[in-house]
């Protein structure tokens, strides 16, 4: 008889519990992890249709199957200069960008839906192909050798970067963050019946891909180049790549192990979830749920279990009920035994796509925690600022300032930037009184959620601004230290990225159904709903456009939910003429400066999808949803790619729907047999820019 995972109960939050599980952890069965006493802000201031198919969709509902299909061409060996990346900001305030396309109404079809007037295609999928010579997927044939060749699993953070001044051929970098055991291997039981080979597929199957792309013909279209050679191809794994650990917990007793007595070299990456592209032709990836890999928080010492718990990982068991297991395959996932193998994961990585032989760094500068990534703009000053989130209730916003300079077109010297710098912690004040903000979303009487911050300044090279904590310690359990300089408890901070355009800094939170339930921190004027069960968006303008600053003001321009809802606000914009919107995940540019949200989890019971909005101007907040994703899954990317043309998304955790399994898949997207996580683009048929 097929047996359920254990633990499938759930959860507040509106995801399925299959995903809960294995993307999480169970996050939301458990405990906030912070339970620091540092008082909440409000404290503060009060003392499938087809093979390959895809649908179009006008916005009266009418749904129009397309076909799409990939044809593949001869390949041409390419050049190997990063193009130059837009450094920013480059403001021209005030220019409102325009979007044209028609909202695509809400639904729940089992497939990808975009635009009347647009297309879309899958651009790689789960198992295709990767490194040069990979075996093609054969679902019965599995081996972690080939899975290690062949694209991962559960595609999250897209980036593409072009070749040189390239229009034509780029590198597609792509984040591998979990896997679906059940959804993955036919006739799986439970995670403990799996064999040590299976457990080393699914380790091979988390990490990244690097994958070189073309344009089909002159559409907006992409695909793999297909040769048999391919010198930038190449996938990182959690089962065996080598990553350099740089900054000032390198060689720290807190990284050390019996494997690596000098702490410098860890192997593998966890959990890997959204990033950015640098100016230099970098990605920048985060770690984020880390702690459900390891078993053995137990047998640590008693000094070191508040460190663990503060990352949620369990020290009253030797078996946490909900971990992957992996401990099986390699043993330094039991704490027990090697009691810092935790402490090298949940940081960013930077991966060099255009230097395949340089192993991938592990950046310690910038801070420890559930990274969700990492997005980088050029201050004036020439120091690179870097703005990060914690992907958890009520934890914090980061920013990291480098210490050297930007210096343009200078690759060697640009690549050690994100190696020293300055680390602050986000503390946020609203500018109502604290009466005003009653927990139902409705606005305070100066029309706004909105307020000032402080970037409160934790470690800056290797002084520490931290009383009690030397800065190995601040940059290794972070956490700690935003507690302790009392950074304001937000509501699942994800993505966060600057405009080029304009400078101002958006940051997804996603939800957080704890917020001011039982004994959890109250609401407050940034994080302004009880139970928050939709998320918003959360908007900082740096004060005097200075991104090396320790001040700002910030404001939610977009409180997401059912426009119809007296909870919900829109940037001040026609609540009856914006599409529903819950639980924001990611977000990205066009260089219009349009915003592009993407959700995780959509609680208003339809597809996830991904949406766009002016955010200047007298437009600001007129959103509109752009694409929905197949049932049971997740959009993540997003990427515009500098040209406008291309919009590239990441079908994560397709048919994650508890209860299914490969033989009795819940979406048979995108071929038409069992759920495959794929990267997609869209298009403009008629070669315009995507939005506008
Ligand atoms: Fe992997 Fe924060 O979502
Ligand atoms: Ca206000
Ligand atoms: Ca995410
Ligand atoms: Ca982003």
Request: with cysteine.
């Amino acid at each position: 008889m097929r047996r359920l995972l254990p633990l499938l109960g759930h959860s507040g939050g509106s995801r399925d519990a299959m995903t809960c599980m294995y993307r999480c952890g169970n996050a939301c069965d458990h405990p906030a992890p912070n339970t620091s006493d540092n008082p909440y802000l409000g404290d503060v201031v009060n003392a499938s249709m087809s093979r390959r198919g895809v649908m179009r969709a006008g916005a009266a509902g009418a749904l129009v199957l397309g076909v799409s299909g990939a044809t593949v061409g001869a390949a041409v060996p390419a050049t190997a200069a990063p193009a130059p990346v837009a450094a920013g900001p480059a403001p021209k305030p005030g220019k409102a960008g325009k979007i044209s396309f028609k909202a695509i109404p809400p639904n729940t079809l089992d497939n990808l839906v975009v635009p009347n007037g647009y297309d879309s295609a899958v651009v790689i999928r789960w198992g295709d192909p990767v490194v040069a010579g990979a075996p093609e997927f054969d679902l019965g044939r599995q081996t972690a050798k080939r899975q290690s060749q062949q694209f991962g699993y559960n595609n999250d953070f897209v980036g593409v970067l072009p070749f040189g001044n390239s229009n034509d051929r780029a590198l597609l970098v792509v984040n591998h963050e979990y896997t679906n055991e059940n959804l993955m291997f036919p006739g799986f039981t439970s995670l403990d019946a799996l064999s040590v080979e299976q457990i080393k597929i699914a380790m091979a199957a988390h990490g990244m891909s690097v994958v070189e792309i073309e344009r089909v013909g002159r559409t907006g279209q992409w695909k793999p180049v297909e040769s048999r050679r391919l010198p930038y191809n190449k996938r990182i794994t959690a089962l065996e790549t080598v990553f350099k650990l740089t900054g000032p917990v390198a060689g720290t007793p807190a990284v050390k192990t019996k494997a690596d007595p000098k702490g410098q070299w860890v192997i593998g990456t966890l959990n890997n979830c959204a990033g950015g592209v640098t100016p230099w032709g970098t990605v920048l990836s985060g770690e984020e749920n880390f702690n459900q890999y390891f078993v053995g928080g137990d047998g640590v010492t008693e000094a070191d279990k508040p460190k663990l718990n503060r990352y949620g990982i369990t020290t009253t068991a030797r078996y946490p009920s909900d971990s992957r297991k992996w401990e099986r395959a390699q043993e330094r996932f039991d704490l027990a035994k090697h009691p810092n193998e935790a402490n090298r994961f949940g940081w960013i990585v930077e991966v060099d796509p255009f230097d395949p032989d340089a192993p991938p760094r592990k950046h310690t500068a910038m801070g420890r925690f559930k990274h969700e990534g990492a997005n980088v703009i050029v201050a004036k000053s020439g120091h690179v600022v870097a703005y990060m989130g914690d992907d958890e209730r009520f934890d914090y916003l980061y920013k990291f300032v480098s210490e050297k300079k930007y210096r343009p077109g200078d690759r060697k010297h640009n690549l050690t930037l994100l190696e020293s710098g300055t680390l602050y912690v986000a503390q946020v004040t609203g500018d109502s009184p604290a009466a005003e903000i009653d927990g139902t979303g409705k606005l305070p009487s100066d029309g706004a959620f909105d307020g000032t911050g402080k970037w409160i300044k934790l470690v800056s090279g290797n002084k520490s601004f931290v009383p009690g904590m030397t800065v190995a310690d601040i940059l290794t359990y972070t956490r700690l230290a935003g507690d302790k300089v009392l950074a304001t408890k937000m509501d699942r901070p994800e993505d966060v990225q600057p405009s080029l355009r304009t400078g101002k800094i958006y940051a997804a939170m996603t939800n957080n159904t704890n917020r001011a339930v039982g004994t959890n921190p109250g609401v407050d004027e940034a994080n302004p709903r009880s139970a928050n069960k939709h998320g918003h968006i959360f908007e900082i303008t740096e004060n005097k456009g200075d991104h090396t600053g320790e001040s700002f003001t910030w404001t939610l321009p977009i409180v997401c939910g059912d426009p119809a809802a007296a909870d919900t606000y829109f940037g001040g914009y026609d609540k009856t003429a914006v599409s529903p919107i819950s639980c924001p995940d990611n977000v990205a540019f066009d260089s219009a400066g349009n915003l592009w949200i993407s959700t995780d989890g959509n609680a208003l019971g339809t597809n996830d999808g991904l949406f766009a909005t002016p955010i200047e101007g007298s437009e600001r907040g007129h959103l509109r949803q752009f694409l929905t994703v197949p049932r049971g899954a997740e959009t993540c990317g997003p990427f515009i790619t500098g040209d406008d043309r291309s919009v590239f998304v990441a079908v994560q955790h397709p048919g994650e729907i508890t209860g299914a399994t490969v033989e009795k898949p819940v979406s048979t997207w995108p071929d038409g047999d069992y759920a495959k996580p794929s990267v997609v683009v869209s298009w403009r048929l008629d070669g315009g820019p995507i939005g506008s």
